[in-house]
């Protein structure tokens, strides 16, 4: 049970072979065993997830299912979700049980989905390996000696240790496609505006997106349904026609361009990565598919624009936490100003506290149009790199993390160092790109090795085509590790 797809517990719970009560136990007992171990999870409330499988089994014996009705969902513990603990990996936000859903929350309760428990992360999202919680770090189930990748951490190794049949994460830089190819899942970062914001706790609202990460690309396409859709509370939500992204998954690949950028096969990739890739590009090549050479010159300047821009947001974004309406507050103060200070340092982690303190010295008089301005410049070069390379490719491909999962604590002194596992990932964001990553194989250690496609804007379908051909020509998706 625990290795099927979405698709076939959907049809199981609608055949009735097993109710959405006992799966959502069976679910609940595998955490219980397991969690302890891994720290995938913040909050788990059986009680709430058997009451909803409750009423989604009524759902399903009234004939009124949707796809996803009674399966079990993890939610990233970015996203409110109401009467839920909702921490965002932070001492800041110890406390705060949310008094509304977000958006992509209500979609899933809509569709009559469980809501299994909410996963661990990187502190407000900002980290590349999930050791900045709170919390504490998730481990990898493949060696629990390394790093699951972040800030989606807790989300991608709850899918791989088969904690939940699929889960929800968000990509600012990279964080649902570095951690789902660091644990040998599949991850989802869609176009920017097309699933809503609202209720998604901010860090860089330019670059702040939420995507589906499950098993398979049949699997992110069934939640992609749900997923999806216009919010008239989201300022940044598109409004567009309902899409089925199950659409296209069987189309053959004859006659696919595929682009491989020139600076993302340079220094920096390990071995073992780079010939993971080449054995997955001669894979589509049997498929049917043809390789393009393409360039994406500014790519190499993503990383420092990166951050430049998503500390300036952030510095602004997380000015509301002053332990003054919610949140951690100092138990000891003088004064408004000291208590502003002290609950701001005390509540915030290193990497929180080091990436305000980058954003607010871009922003400042005499920086902002050195900087900030500069970077917002180079931002619009990156983009139209890409809007050249989609006239010559349909996709483009590369790696998506430069090296396999890394120990923990291997990185920890070195902030640049792990600002660098995101080298592949972020200018997808910049350019509000949808990307994706699939497993194609292994590395070293034998740990997971994570294969980026990236499509031209609303190109979801394609990219989910692309996925599901090459994992029904392969296998790598469907291995689990041994726990």
Known sequence: MFESSLKQLGDALRAKKISSVELTQSYLDRMAQLNPQLNAYITINPETSLAQAKAADARLAAGSADALTGIPIAQKDIFCAKDWLTTCGSRMLHNFVSPYDAHII??????????????????????????????????????????????????????????????????????????????????????YGVCSRYGMIAFASSLDQAGPMGRSAEDLALMMNVMAGFDERDSTSLQRDKEDYTRDLNKPLTGLRIGLPKEFFAEGMGADVAKAIEAAIAEYKKLGA???????????????????????EASSNLSRFDGVRYGYRAPEYSDLADMYEKSRAQGFGAEVQRRIMIGTYVLSHGYYDAYYIKAQKIRRLIAQDFVEAYKQCDVIMGPTSPSTAFKLGEKGDDPVQMYLSDIYTIAVNLAGLPGMSIPCGFGDNNMPVGLQIIGNYFDEARMLNVAHQF?????????????
Request: net charge neutral.
């Open 106 to 191: 209500s979609q899933f309760n809509n569709a009559g989905a469980i809501n299994l428990g909410k996963t661990n992360m990187d502190e407000f999202a900002m980290g590349s390996s999930n050791e900045t919680s709170y919390y504490g770090a998730v481990k990898n189930p493949w060696d629990t000696q390394r790093v699951p990748g972040g800030s989606s951490g807790g989300t991608a190794a709850a899918v791989a240790a088969r904690l939940c049949a699929a889960a929800t994460g968000t990509d600012t830089g990279g964080s649902i496609r570095q951690p789902a190819a660091l644990c040998g899942i599949s991850g989802l970062k869609p176009t």
């Open 471 to 483: 994992q029904l020509a392969t296998d790598w998706h469907s291995r689990a590790p041994q726990l």
């Open 290 to 312: 043809t390789i393009v050479d393409i360039s994406l010159p500014n790519s190499k300047l993503s990383v420092p624009v990166y951050y430049v821009l998503a500390p300036a």
